[in-house]
């Protein structure tokens, strides 16, 4: 009895400890979306869960207060169903040997880790149903990029998951589909994607986000010809970097940024010549680079000056292939492709019903007025036409 709760006094511990985490990688996402606010320190609670009570949580505050953990019950208690908590537990990272540890000390059962993968196992049909999900007509932005993560095929070799995040023109964002692509990405497998997008109901994207992908370009444009194209500035910057002396870098980081953060497209072109005329006998393949790219690397600069950093660069995407990685980081390598995808359904879709409840913030009202500016333009260059 006495190593029982000694048991379960660790288990709280572990879980305590977790929470924490998570709750300030919950903050940190928060304070980027909400950069008006800061961090305000942190206020105690007692948890009430299965385990019994976990005295003395750290929960991280705001100074707006609007902060709210989504991993904690808001002013309620709840329980949850075992099968719901296996799920849960799997989608969250926990591997199905320390799902059936915990079960054991809960229950006083023996459950096996096979056990626990089948409960957490989830149909074929399921997940097709949730891929092949129609999706909206119309979406203000859509990132493209991948991440790469060992999987066994006889073997084990690291393999490209590719995914499309998509925001709304409410602000509210979407995972439009998750895609394993194989060895590696490539702009062939990425126009299958499109066209399956197109298939699923999307008839127009304002703006597509991707890094430098050889070819992606071209498989945007035949087909989403009235699409926009915003080549991800940090990844061509991260690129530069790669092919300089590392005694250049920060002097040519430093005027980059001149380069791209100012306010006006005038002085973005009047900044980048002087960035060609510093650099450009030193690394004239880098220099060009920049020249021949420019209107891919400044589309970000036709909408309002509040949103740009939304739509310059690919990070929205890379926190949540961050995410993503953290929570299959325990498997260490995914299993074969069938399981794999299962896996993926599981933390994908979790943290889809995440993102839909999280508007970024201000980003309908700035929309609304690049829309009605965008209309402005078009009347008058119609005008203009008839005259």
Known sequence: MKKSKEIMELLKGIVKESLEEMIEEERQEYLVEHPNTKGNGSYRR????????????????TRDGKFHSKLLPYRKRYSVELEELIVGLFASGLSTRKISQVIKVLLDME?????????AEVGVEVIEKWRSRILEEE????????????????????????????????????ILGYWMAGSGESSRFWEEILVELKNRGVKHVEVFVVDGL??????????????????CILHAVRNTINR???????????????????????KAKENMERFCEQWGRRYPKVVNRWRDNFPYLFTFMKFPLQIR???????????????????????????????????LYLVIAQLNEVYKERKLRIFEEEWQRYLEEKNKNREVLTQTQLT
């Open 139 to 174: 979406y203000a932005v859509v990132y493209l990029d991948s991440f790469f993560f060992p999987v066994r095929r006889g073997r084990i070799e690291k393999e490209a998951v590719s995914i499309a995040l998509g925001v709304k023109v409410d602000g509210s964002r979407e």
């Open 309 to 343: 950093s939304l739509i310059y660069t690919t990070n929205q995407l890379e926190r949540l292939h961050k995410e993503i990685k953290r929570r299959l980081k325990v498997m260490e390598i995914l299993p074969e492709e069938e399981k794999a995808e299962k896996i």
């Open 244 to 266: 300089v002396r590392k005694r250049d870098r920060e002097g040519i980081v430093e005027d980059l940024k001149r380069v791209y953060r100012v306010e006006t497209i005038e």
């Open 46 to 61: 007692d948890l009430r869960t299965i385990l019994g009570e976990i005295k003395d949580l750290e929960v991280k505050r």
């Open 214 to 231: 050889t070819g992606l370009k071209e498989v945007i444009k035949r087909q989403f010809p009235k699409s926009l194209i915003q080549e």
């Open 111 to 119: 459950f096996s880790p096979q056990t626990a993968s089948r409960i």
